[in-house]
């Protein structure tokens, strides 16, 4: 079971990383600077833990919102919110134009 989650987690980093390097593709067709590899694997990498991190939170979100007991919004913010930030953070400073 747990060989399955992770070959899930190689096909959809694998989708991304597919995405972004068509998108860098179309960028250099036209002209404009490409990003290295390492980058487009390093934005596909925390693509991931954004959409996961991100994605577990709105899990949790519908009881946040009845009012359960043992899950309030501050800790669905902190568990989730925080990663999924930084993720995306990491993301946005990996395909930002720049030397290297």
């Given at each position: 079971?747990?060989?399955?989650?992770?070959?899930?987690?190689?096909?959809?980093?694998?989708?991304?990383?597919?995405?972004?390097?068509?998108?860098?593709?179309?960028?250099?067709?036209a002209?404009?600077?490409?990003?290295?590899?390492?980058?487009?694997?390093?934005?596909?990498?925390?693509?991931?833990v954004?959409?996961?991190?991100?994605?577990?939170?709105?899990?949790?979100l519908?009881?946040?919102?009845?009012?359960?007991?043992?899950?309030?919004?501050?800790?669905?913010?902190?568990?989730?919110?925080?990663?999924?930030?930084?993720?995306?953070?990491?993301?946005?400073?990996?395909?930002?134009?720049?030397?290297?």
């Amino acid at each position: 079971m747990i060989g399955v989650f992770i070959l899930g987690l190689l096909v959809c980093g694998g989708i991304l990383f597919y995405f972004l390097q068509r998108r860098e593709q179309d960028r250099a067709k036209a002209g404009k600077t490409r990003l290295a590899t390492w980058r487009l694997v390093i934005a596909a990498f925390f693509g991931l833990v954004a959409l996961f991190a991100g994605g577990c939170a709105l899990v949790f979100l519908p009881d946040t919102m009845r009012g359960a007991q043992y899950i309030d919004l501050t800790t669905v913010l902190i568990v989730g919110g925080i990663p999924f930030a930084v993720a995306l953070f990491i993301v946005w400073l990996s395909l930002r134009r720049g030397n290297g």
